[in-house]
């Protein structure tokens, strides 16, 4: 942090003078005391396989997504938006931001509010099918609820996966897929 902290100053100094780079660390030191980062309580598990669906998934849906919205603007088609909201599945607040962070990423979609509490997640959704938007709005719904999936299979800990409803492992079960009796068969396991 304080590395960091010391380049952005003397990037906005615009000069590596010796004069800046001590400046910079002087105050990366001081802010970094006088406004310390939480640690985070969490646990994680990074599952090297979930993480490789994780990112090839993201980088197709960017690529469709992209191709979706530039023929939108090359035809001159009025797109039709409407605001979605998700009751996302984990209780971290952290994998709310980061499926928040994720769907924004993704062109035609903006994740315009996220609520820690509740785990509700709102999503401006730039074209939905005029036809049919009910399906249209649930097939993004189950979308987001994938990603965050994909997610937790990367990052999450046993317990997290547990909690959200699905079964351990990387292998994604769909948004679809809920165990409710997961983290009771956990602890009735462990308990044998």
């Not at 004069?19 to 598990?45: C, D, F, H």
Request: proline share 4%; hydrophobic share 50%.
């Amino acid at each position: 942090m304080i590395i960091w902290l010391t380049l952005v100053w003397v990037l906005l100094w615009g000069e590596a003078s010796i004069g800046n780079v001590l400046n910079g660390v002087l105050l990366a030191l001081l802010i970094s005391y006088l406004t310390p980062l939480p640690r985070l309580a969490a646990r994680y598990q990074v599952r090297p396989l979930a993480v490789v669906v994780l990112v090839a998934r993201f980088l197709f849906d960017v690529v469709t997504a992209s191709i979706s919205v530039a023929w939108l603007v090359v035809t001159f088609q009025q797109p039709r938006s409407a605001v979605v909201r998700i009751q996302t599945r984990s209780h971290n607040d952290l994998y709310l931001a980061a499926t928040a962070g994720l769907t924004t990423l993704v062109p035609g979609s903006v994740a315009i509010e996220a609520l820690k509490f509740s785990g509700l997640l709102y999503v401006h959704v730039l074209d939905v099918d005029p036809e049919s938007p009910r399906r249209s709005l649930d097939e993004f719904r189950l979308a987001v609820l994938a990603q965050e999936e994909r997610l937790l299979r990367a990052f999450a800990s046993d317990d997290e996966l547990l909690d959200a409803g699905y079964d351990l492992g990387w292998r994604c079960q769909g948004p679809e897929y809920y165990r409710e009796d997961a983290l009771a068969a956990r602890m009735e396991q462990e308990a044998n």
